[in-house]
T-cell receptor, first 111, second 115 residues
Framework: SQQGEEDPQALSIQEGENATMNCSYKTSINNLQWYRQNSGRGLVHLILIRSNEREKHSGRLRVTLDTSKKSSSLLITASRAADTASYFC???????????FGTGTQLKVEL | GAGVSQSPSNKVTEKGKDVELRCDPISGHTALYWYRQSLGQGLEFLIYFQGNSAPDKSGLPSDRFSAERTGGSVSTLTIQRTQQEDSAVYLCASSLERGAQETQYFGPGTRLLVL
């Protein structure tokens, strides 16, 4: 399967700092979604940005989308220890909106 | 309201045995997806159901994998003659309808270990 790429693979920051994760994808998309995963189990949906949108905010989250570069970024502001998790981008493609996931970024927020 | 549920949470089986994994989508959601997460392959799409339409099976890795969805609700993913490389977390997701901008909500997954 064709996966998107995410960078960095791992990110360690101090509580209160901002965290930025980047994602690239390969084909045309309906939307780009970001998910969080704790302990390798269920995925929690964070935010969805449509292909005709450039920026979206939700609480401490800010997502940007650049379809010309086939890339997206997720910014978490004022990070907390509870934000420690793996973050995945997923591009929704085709009529069924099947998701193609990125490789993930492991975020660690230290006190 | 209740989210997507999956059972069992964990399954250990011997190579060559068949396994069935179950997914209960969110009530009223017409679209249901199966994904797999493994160390070597990351998160991969397996199969997608929408209403009474024929499922999209394009992600199934081999003919040992099959899935069905009865009554437009509960889905079962069956793996026949399991192999060690089938070991992974199998994730189910549902969305309200087939629309291209619908959020997919994931269940907690079934962790399958094939010995």
């Amino acid at each position: 399967s064709q996966q998107g790429e995410e960078d960095p693979q791992a990110l360690s920051i101090q509580e209160g700092e901002n965290a930025t994760m980047n994602c690239s994808y390969k084909t045309s998309i309906n939307n780009l979604q970001w998910y969080r995963q704790n302990s390798g189990r269920g995925l929690v949906h964070l935010i969805l940005i449509r292909s005709n949108e450039r920026e979206k905010h939700s609480g401490r989250l800010r997502v940007t989308l650049d379809t010309s570069k086939k890339s997206s970024s997720l910014l978490i502001t004022a990070s907390r220890a509870a934000d420690t998790a793996s973050y995945f981008c997923a591009s929704g493609q085709g009529g069924g909106n099947k998701l193609t996931f990125g490789t993930g970024t492991q975020l660690k927020v230290e006190l | 309201g209740a989210g997507v549920s999956q059972s069992p949470s964990n399954k250990v089986t011997e190579k060559g045995k068949d396994v069935e994994l179950r997914c209960d989508p969110i009530s009223g959601h017409t679209a249901l997806y199966w994904y797999r997460q493994s160390l070597g392959q990351g998160l991969e799409f397996l199969i997608y159901f929408q209403g009474n339409s024929a499922p999209d099976k394009s992600g199934l890795p081999s003919d040992r994998f099959s899935a069905e969805r009865t009554g437009g609700s509960v889905s079962t993913l069956t793996i026949q003659r399991t192999q060690q490389e089938d070991s992974a977390v199998y994730l189910c997701a549902s969305s309200l309808e087939r629309g291209a901008q619908e959020t997919q909500y994931f269940g907690p997954g079934t962790r399958l270990l094939v010995l």
